[in-house]
């Protein structure tokens, strides 16, 4: 018998912005409990943008990330002997969740600039739809639709 689903805490939105996403983005940016570094990260991030793009950062801030969140994903399934990607459909948390990575990641590895610079030209980039967070997300929607054929292993 399995045990009970763990319950899902309720996130609190960001302090200046009140944006429940824009608080689980910096809960994700955050390392080893500092919160407030991980604060000043993204909002000079957010600053810069508003400062290049003279718009209100948090609609950048929310197109970037759906612009980078990915509709389909591959899971391996072992099947006779034989391991296959399974193309799934992600749903739920787990969207952002992978947007956020894909975005953290990408700023990064970015050289030469500190982080919330490097943030804010990887936010533009996905809000301009390029940049290696949406090369990411395209490799994964090509890499589900290569193994389309798969799709009816699927049994999530």
């Known amino acids: 018998m399995r045990r009970a689903r763990a319950k899902k805490k309720a996130i ?4 200046k912005y009140a944006s429940v996403l824009l608080g689980r983005f ?4 955050m390392k080893q ?11 000079d991030a957010l600053a810069r943008i508003s400062q290049k793009l003279q718009a209100d950062p948090i609609e950048v801030f929310d197109q970037a990330i759906r612009n980078v969140t990915p509709i389909l994903e591959v899971r391996p399934r072992r ?21 956020f990575r894909w975005i ?14 490097r943030l804010a030209l990887e936010l533009l980039d ?3 739809r390029t940049g290696a ?5 395209e490799d994964v929607h090509k890499m589900a639709e ?8 699927a049994r999530f």
Request: charged share 20%.
């Open 146 to 153: 290569a193994n389309r054929a798969f799709a009816h292993f």
């Open 12 to 15: 609190n939105p960001d302090p």
């Open 104 to 117: 953290l990641t990408a700023a990064a590895t970015r050289k030469g600039a500190p982080m919330g610079e």
């Open 133 to 137: 967070a949406i090369k990411k997300r």
């Open 33 to 43: 409990g500092k919160k407030s570094v991980a604060q000043t990260i993204v909002y």
């Open 126 to 128: 996905a809000y301009h």
């Open 26 to 29: 910096i809960n994700v940016v």
């Open 79 to 99: 099947i006779g002997g034989a391991n296959y990607q399974i193309p799934i459909e992600v749903v739920g948390d787990r969207k952002y969740a992978l947007a």
